[in-house]
Every structure is written in C-alpha cells, then in structure tokens.
C-alpha cells in the first residue's frame, strides 16, 4: 500500500463548471501522475510531478491544469468540464531514488459531466 | 512514439485452464516493462515486471519475459483461477528527462474465469 488517497471518489458534474481532483500521498513520494481511463485506450498520462511547484505535460493535457505546492497534494483541474472529460481518473506515485519505473496507483475517481 | 499492443479480449476460460494474454512493445531505448491488474471497481495493482532483455518477471503464479529480439511480453500462467477474473494491462516506462518514468499502456485485455 503506497499511501494514495484520491478525493472525491465519484462526481457528477455539468458542462462548462470547473472540478478539481485531489490526490493524497502520506510518504514523501517526489514523483506523482494524474492518468484518465477510457474504454479502447488503456490508461493515458494527463499531467505529472517530478518535485513540489514541477510539472509536465503528458499525452492528453488539454483541458486540465495541474498544480503541487506541497509535496503530498497533487490536483488535477478541470478549468472548464466538457462531457469528453468523462472518465475515471487515476493517480500514481513512483518510489524515487531506488525504483523510478515502478508505479502504485490510487482507488481513482470516477467523473461524469453531464 | 512508444506503444504497447494488447491482444484484443475478452478472454473467457474455464478454471484450471492455461493462460496467455500477448503484449507487444515498440519503443526507442531500453524500457521497463510491467503488467498490472485491475480488480473491477479498483485501482491498479502491480502484477509483475521486468527491466532488461531476458528477465523473468513473476507473482501469484503469473510469468511474463522480457524478450527484446520479439519485443513481447506475454503474461502466462498455468492453471488460472475464478480469483484471477480481472482486467490485465501491459506497459512500458518512458524515463523522462527529468528523471521519474512515465508509463505507456496497452488497452487491457478482461479476463473472466468460470468455475
């Protein structure tokens, strides 16, 4: 168990309302990613954190935000929520120094926007 | 970019049948490469993983190896179980500029095992 809590765990919204997404870490884990989950796609990188204030894009950026100010709190935000954005998204964390590849999920949140 | 492929599914067996589920890679470099499980309603579980040409990655009787000559990394196990019903996915690990990794997926392969 890596310590990974993502809040809220299910959210219903509307088109065209911001949402913000709360990923937990309890160990001081330096590396954190946000991933959405979609049918036919696997899971795809949104955003990552590689330290507090340092973040990147990933694969499908566009239309979310990321922001880390301290080292246990990822969010992932929705500036403005469109149906595509539906989803179940998931949070990961990686050990640092001795294993960087590995990565250890969060229980996800699943997001509707009507 | 970097890829993984998936054979398609569902897959449905029958208890103590013989699993294989096909992965393959495509990637610059020397990446990680990783299945994970997905139990339904959960998040992702490390399953196994192997890091260079030739490794053996293995868990709760799950085996996949890691051969670059194929690029593949099939995950097999002998006799599966009703437990083991879940969704599979293959990955690799981009290592990034910044250090850290980032994982490319294949699309999942669900698994169901009847009694």
């Known amino acids: 168990d890596a310590g990974i809590t993502q809040s809220p765990r299910h959210k219903v919204t509307e088109t065209g309302t911001p949402v913000t997404l709360r990923c937990h870490q309890t160990?001081?884990?330096?590396?954190m990613y946000w991933y959405r989950q979609d049918p036919g796609h696997g899971l795809r990188l949104i955003h990552y954190?590689?330290?507090?204030?340092?973040?990147d894009k990933g694969e499908v950026s566009d239309g979310y935000s990321v922001s880390r100010s301290k080292t246990e709190d990822f969010l992932l935000t929705l500036e403005s929520a469109t149906s595509s954005q539906t989803s179940v998204y998931f949070c990961a964390i990686s050990l640092g120094v001795w294993d960087t590849d590995t990565q250890y999920f969060g229980p996800g949140t699943r997001l509707t926007v009507l | 970019g970097d890829s993984v492929t998936q054979m398609e599914g569902p897959v449905t067996l029958s208890e103590e049948a013989f699993l294989t589920i096909n992965c393959t890679y495509t990637a610059t470099g020397y990446p990680s490469l990783f299945w994970y499980v997905q139990y339904p309603g959960e998040g992702l579980q490390l399953l196994l993983k192997?890091?260079?040409?030739?490794d053996k990655g293995s868990n709760k009787g799950f085996e996949a190896t890691y051969r670059k000559e194929t690029t593949s990394f099939h995950l097999e196990k002998g006799s599966v179980q009703v437990s083991d019903s879940a969704v599979y996915f293959c990955a690799l690990s981009d290592e990034g500029e910044t250090s850290g990794s980032r994982l490319t997926f294949g699309e999942g392969t669900q698994l169901t095992v009847n009694p």
């Open positions: 954190s590689y330290g507090v204030k340092d973040t």
């Open positions: 192997a890091t260079k040409a030739d």
């Open positions: 160990e001081n884990h330096r590396y």
